[in-house]
Structure formats: structure tokens, C-alpha cells
């Protein structure tokens, strides 16, 4: 069975789309792959064919061992270029994702040995995540919350961050939004916004861009600012 990179992207997110709570069906690769429908069609039969995936009669497909094992050795390797490219390169945290894309099917089983022997599998990616998949549910259960649901007048330090949108990634980095900042959750607004104090200023930040970002609400609690009086509190948010 030859493993091609299309094979490799389509059980890959697979097991990523999973790992983010949702139902995998072929709508679900095509906006995650974002390809076409038929694509997904054609994709999804060669992928059966071999061996990689399954697909229920209500059209939920999942992995069998070898597309799982396949999707793993994947993720391991994309983490590892995640960590070289800002560790021994500098790059920016919010670029490397694309570039770990592009890299992680070229990589020898030889060359991932050296990056796992220089780098070590300890450290978290530069969008905060260890080796491996983590759920949500599993994130709940170490004490982690959406940067949504942390309560007004709390602090937290950001945990993690989603890495699969380019422009959401540089948007928080703008804002000062990334692994290791500290934050505070000022208001919920009526809008659907939040107003966070980062780095001793307001910022405006919708739901849907907090529902990707993963906090550690700290114990010991530092005064938050007061919202400025001329800040209104339905402040937009870009996301």
C-alpha cells in the first residue's frame, strides 16, 4: 500500500477532528481539508480500500489501527518540526503550523530520530500543546477552561492556543494572546464579546475566538483594572 501525502492529511485530520469533539463525516474533511465534496468522495473510498478508515452506515468514518498509527506518527513528527523551527530557528510561533504542514511528509524516520534526540518530547509545541492528542474532555478534566468560560475578575495564564487558523494566530499574538501571557477576564459583554485586561490594557476579544484559546485559572488573584468609564462594553471584536 503506497502512503501518499493526500492519504497522510486526510487521517491526520481525521484524528484531529476528533480530538476537537466533533462528529467526522465527509462535510466535516472537506471544511477541514477545505476541499471539495467530491474530493472527499473519491478520498474517503481509496482510504477505505486500504485499510485506513472506516465508515458507518450513518456516514460517521473513523480510523482503523493502521490509519490511527499512520495519523500518529504524523502528529509526532509535525510537533517536532513545530519545536525545531522555533527553537533553533527563531520563527515566529504563529507561522510555524503551515510550515510544519509542508515538512512533517518529507521527514525520514531517521532525521525525526535526531529531532526527537536533540529536541526531547518534554516540552510543549509553541502553541502550548505536549505530544499528542489531547480532547477537550481531557483538557476539563487537568483543571483547563476555555478562555470563555473563566468568570469576570479572574486571572489566568494561557495555556494553549488552536493552531490551525493562520489568522486567528496572529490576531492574538497582536493582542498579546499566546502561550505564557497572563490575562484577566474584565467583562462578558452583551454582544457576545469579551473585554480582557492583557498587559495593562483592555482588549476586545468575540467568543468564538476565546472558545480556541485554553487557560489556567491562577489561585492567587491580583486585582483586575476597572474598565475605563469611556470604554463602552459592547466593545467590536475582530473575531
Not at 500500500?1 to 469533539?21: D, F, H, L, Q, W
Not at 519545536?83 to 510544519?100: I, S
Request: proline letters at 4%; hydrophobic letters at 40%.
Amino acid at each position: 500500500m503506497r502512503i501518499t501525502i493526500s492519504k497522510e492529511n486526510y487521517v491526520k485530520a481525521i484524528a484531529e477532528a476528533e480530538t476537537e469533539g466533533e462528529t467526522v463525516i465527509a462535510a466535516t474533511l472537506a471544511r477541514w481539508l477545505d476541499v471539495s465534496a467530491p474530493a472527499v468522495t473519491m478520498a474517503t473510498k481509496r482510504l477505505r480500500r486500504d485499510g485506513l478508515i472506516e465508515v458507518a452506515r450513518d456516514g460517521r468514518i473513523t480510523l482503523t489501527i493502521t490509519g490511527r498509527e499512520i495519523a500518529e506518527r504524523l502528529i509526532r513528527r509535525h510537533y517536532l518540526i513545530e519545536r525545531m523551527l522555533t527553537e533553533v530557528f527563531d520563527m515566529e510561533w504563529y507561522k510555524v503550523h503551515e510550515e510544519a504542514e509542508q515538512l512533517e511528509h518529507a521527514v525520514s524516520a531517521d532525521f525525526e530520530a535526531k529531532l526527537a534526540e536533540k529536541l526531547g518530547d518534554e516540552k510543549n509545541c509553541p502553541h502550548g500543546f505536549a505530544l499528542g492528542l489531547e480532547s477537550k474532555e481531557d483538557r476539563h478534566r487537568r483543571g483547563l477552561v476555555a478562555l470563555h468560560e473563566l468568570h469576570p475578575s479572574r486571572q489566568a495564564t494561557v495555556v494553549s492556543v488552536f493552531e490551525r487558523d493562520r489568522g486567528l494566530l496572529e490576531y492574538l499574538d497582536g493582542l498579546g494572546i499566546k502561550p505564557g501571557a497572563v490575562v484577566g477576564m474584565v467583562a462578558h459583554n452583551v454582544d457576545q464579546t469579551l473585554t480582557l485586561q492583557v498587559n495593562g490594557r483592555h482588549v476586545p476579544l468575540g467568543n468564538g475566538a476565546a472558545e480556541k484559546v485554553w487557560v489556567s485559572a491562577l489561585p492567587a488573584l491580583e486585582p483586575i483594572l476597572e474598565l475605563d468609564e469611556q470604554q463602552p462594553r459592547t466593545s467590536p471584536a475582530r473575531l
